[in-house]
């Protein structure tokens, strides 16, 4: 067995909650911009679910009305604003609100932010866990729907936290949620200033680094990584950065065939996560 990686690291602060709520912003407002809406049935259920999260409004269309009026009936979510909780329109209206092409299933929830955990959050949490960490790192991918699939198979599989740089990583818009799934209001969404130095701090707190790659000789399911593992997962066309690449203390691939070796990035973070959990699950 792999020999756990010593931290020399103290902790200094008090725990903090992993999702903390945005500070209120005033009055609820007649217009509100397109990334301040979350969209689709289950994202719209687990915000409203989420008690660390804050909403204005629900609009919904005709058929979907007594479904929205469960939901509420049922919010953890504290509500700002007022008048009427549910606003119903036709299709024509209710699309208005939302990004062209929005996929919405006849929800929208008009939503504060949610504030984002930072790294320290997430290894406070690793450090009261007993058997196998994992976080994931995402290096030079910009597609929300692919950042929100990724977070969706994070909370399938019981990964701590999703990490991102902070520059030309996508923002939590209505699509990233959709594609989410929910899985935004329980997996922290973590930005960080340098992906580089952010694996040095998961170093330090006894995490291996093992960064996904179709070169690389061994396959995942070969290495035994320890109870902490960081996996770093780049781009489908770029992959990933040579210094990102150079913190990762082992690369690995996944057992694809030659004939089609690279696969999207949420499949592949779905893959290595059921590789590395599997048979680990506490539920």
């Known amino acids: 067995m792999k020999p756990p990686r010593s931290s020399s690291h103290t902790h200094g602060r008090l725990p903090q ?61 504290a509500r700002r604003g007022n008048g009427e909780p549910i606003r119903v329109f036709d299709r024509d209206d209710f699309a208005a609100l939302l990004p062209e092409g929005a996929v919405h299933q006849g929800l929208a929830l008009a939503v504060e932010p949610l504030i984002e ?59 990233l949620a959709k594609a989410a799934s929910g899985a935004l209001e329980n997996v922290p969404l973590v930005r960080v200033v340098n992906l580089a130095h952010a694996l040095d701090r998961l170093k330090a ?21 320890g109870e902490r593992v960081a996996l770093v997962l780049g781009s489908e066309g770029g992959g990933m950065r040579r210094l990102v690449r150079e913190r990762c203390d082992y690369l690995a691939r ?14 592949a973070a779905a893959v290595a996560l059921y590789e590395l959990l599997r048979d680990r699950s506490d539920s």
Do not use: K
């Not at 006894?206 to 396959?219: P, V």
């Not at 996944?254 to 499949?267: A, E, K």
């Open 17 to 77: 909650q992993l999702h903390r709520r945005a500070a209120a912003s005033g009055a609820d407002r007649r217009r509100i911009p397109f990334e301040r809406w979350i969209y689709g049935r289950h994202a719209v259920a687990a915000a409203l679910a989420n008690p660390e999260r804050r909403w204005y409004r629900l609009a919904v269309l005709t058929e979907r009305e007594q479904e929205a009026r469960t939901l509420i009936a049922i919010a953890a979510a």
């Open 117 to 175: 955990p930072d790294l320290e959050d997430v290894l406070r949490r690793a450090a009261t866990l007993l058997g196998r960490s994992v976080i994931l790192l995402l290096d030079q991918v910009t597609d929300p729907h692919n950042v929100g699939a990724v977070l969706r198979s994070a909370n399938a599989f019981g990964a701590l936290a999703v990490v991102l740089p902070m520059h030309g990583a996508p923002p939590v818009t209505g699509a």
């Open 205 to 225: 707190a006894a995490f291996w680094i093992c960064g996904l790659d179709e070169t690389a000789s061994q396959t995942l399911a070969a290495l035994d990584l």
């Open 254 to 267: 996944l057992p694809t065939r030659i004939q089609q070796s690279t696969i999207n990035v949420s499949n």
